[in-house]
């Protein structure tokens, strides 16, 4: 398994050395969990639901009120939500969206979800438990790398104004060249050439819907400064992928 989604830039810069500029990324209180296809083959989904619910969690249910075992909630004042999230398989219908995985768990299909779990680091996280023990845990996050692919590909279908945050704040933390070294390492993947398709389409230009979705999450009308940092941080980042994909040795 790995966390991907909203939380990722907190985990990958809150508990580094890196810096955004942007200040602390808020964080979320939702949690996207990628799930390998492994998981079915040995029935470990099982373990997986049982820990869920000895945590208080249980399967949640839309405004129709019908079950919706992608996403378990905690039922607390304050919910905390989890979405499951597989990569397809080969074996199932290319529209599917959901995977049924048991009778009350089942994953949002995602393309490009199986880059995360290739390209995965471990974040070392220490808090307390509900019952006041302290713990420490090593958990997989999705890299750099694969959180710009998921993260642009979701842009590419919604176009949030918090996703297109979420990525600059990445890039300006962590670096472009070390977001693109990450994503060549990814390379030959169509999930990758499409996300970089997005980021030209969408963040190059300086008021395209990238640079002002960023402005906009900040709450800021037009902020041309900021925006105009957002398309060069892009630029960049297709130049730094597109030369390091030249320096490729041709298998043949």
């Not at 960023?214 to 630029?235: I, N, T, Y």
Request: aromatic share 6%; with cysteine.
């Amino acid at each position: 398994m790995v966390v991907v989604g909203g939380l990722v830039p907190h985990l990958l810069v809150g508990t580094s050395n890196a810096q955004s500029r942007l200040g602390d990324h808020p964080g979320t209180i939702d949690l996207d969990l990628g799930i390998d296809l492994a998981l079915l083959g040995d029935s470990r989904y099982r373990e997986l639901s049982e820990r869920l619910r000895d945590a208080g969690f249980k399967p949640d249910v839309n405004n129709r009120d019908n079950l919706t075992p992608q996403r378990w909630t905690s039922g607390t004042p304050r919910p905390v939500t989890i979405d499951f999230l597989m990569p397809p398989s080969g074996e199932t219908d290319s529209s599917r969206r959901i995977m049924h995985i048991d009778s009350d768990l089942a994953a949002i299909v995602t393309p490009g979800l199986e880059l995360a779990l290739a390209d995965r680091t471990w974040i070392d996280l220490a808090d307390h438990l509900p019952n006041g023990a302290l713990v420490s845990r090593s958990i997989p996050v999705c890299g750099a790398g694969a959180f710009t692919v998921l993260k642009a590909l979701a842009f590419g279908n919604r176009t949030r104004n918090k996703d297109a945050y979420d990525l600059f704040y990445v890039w300006d933390a962590l670096g472009i060249e070390e977001v693109a070294e990450r994503l060549a390492l990814l390379r030959p993947n169509s999930s990758v050439d499409e996300a970089l398709k997005i980021i030209r389409k969408d963040f190059f230009d300086l008021d395209g819907p990238g640079p002002t979705g960023v402005s906009g999450f900040l709450g800021r009308v037009k902020d041309d400064e900021l925006q105009a940092d957002v398309s060069g941080q892009a630029r960049a980042l297709c130049q730094f992928a597109a030369d390091l994909g030249n320096q490729r040795p041709n298998p043949g």
